[in-house]
């Protein structure tokens, strides 16, 4: 299971926080109280932390920090993507195993060309970390660029599921992974990549257990649900927030263990 650090101003509120960076220190420090080591990936989505300027920003440079020193994979939601030397700094700045805000994974946005992204896949593959790739996302606007169709015929999504699997070649569990929202219904796409599946949109936008296993099938074990205000809609208690993410980790963990596909 993954659980998104979202601090939305509404759940600071929910938790008696001010909506400033005190109060964002606070929330993330009960999240990594609560979550970290427990759950096997964390995902803080940056623009919750980007809306206090750069004291939000220490205070995520910190989250990541402690939750990769509890044992999770912190995988930091930010959906970058730009011309290619841009790409590069982005990949500096995330995937550089140096950097101040070094994680395991980001998102990435290939809606510019996933030939922009090149420069993150090649620092990812140089320090060990990963790409999560938007291809079939879970808001209602997504099939407008997704489901367009490229000159050669494929859709936009199947274009980029299709150079993911390129990327990872052999390996079962690569590097990189795409994004599909558990809120998509059926689809016709091939979403076999050889990587992890990241599986947003359990919970507060709908998806559930029954709707993933009815979109990924046979690629079951390759799915890492992802839910954000599902659980920390249970805190500010700490042991509240432990029984919500055991909660949605069980509602999926027949369904992925090895032959729950079926
Ligand atoms: O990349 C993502 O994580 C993502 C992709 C997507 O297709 N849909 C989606 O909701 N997300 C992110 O996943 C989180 C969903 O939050 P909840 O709806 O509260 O569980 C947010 O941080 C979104 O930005």
């Not at 590097?175 to 979403?191: H, M, N, P, R, W």
Request: with cysteine.
């Amino acid at each position: 299971m993954c659980v998104g650090l979202d601090p939305h101003a509404s759940l600071l509120a929910d938790w008696g926080l001010d909506d400033t960076p005190g109060g964002l220190e606070r929330f993330a420090g009960t999240f990594v109280e609560a979550l970290g080591g427990r759950v096997a990936v964390a995902k803080p989505q940056s623009a919750f932390f980007e809306r206090h300027g750069s004291a939000g920003i220490a205070v995520l440079e910190r989250a990541v920090a402690d939750l990769r020193a509890a044992g999770c994979l912190v995988l930091l939601d930010v959906k970058r993507g730009d011309i290619g030397s841009t790409s590069q700094a982005y990949a500096d700045a995330y995937l550089d195993q140096g950097s101040p805000l070094a994680v395991d994974a980001v998102t990435a946005s290939p809606f510019l060309g996933t030939g922009s992204l090149e420069p993150m896949v090649a620092t990812a593959r140089r320090h060990g970390a990963g790409l999560l790739v938007l291809a079939l996302t879970s808001n209602p606007e997504a099939p407008q660029v997704q489901a367009a169709r490229t000159t050669d015929g494929a859709s936009v999504a199947g274009a980029v599921l299709d150079w993911l699997r390129g990327l990872n070649g052999d390996e079962t569990y690569g590097s990189f992974g795409a994004v599909v929202g558990a809120t998509i219904g059926e689809t016709a796409e091939d979403l076999a990549v050889g990587g992890p599946l990241l599986v947003p949109g359990v919970g507060a936008q709908g998806g559930t257990a029954e709707s993933v296993r009815r979109t990924f099938g046979a690629v079951l074990p390759h799915v890492l649900p992802s839910s954000s205000r599902e659980v920390l809609g249970a805190g500010p208690g700490v042991a509240a927030l432990r029984d919500a993410a055991d909660r949605a980790t069980d509602a999926f963990r027949d369904l992925l263990a090895p032959g729950g596909a079926q």
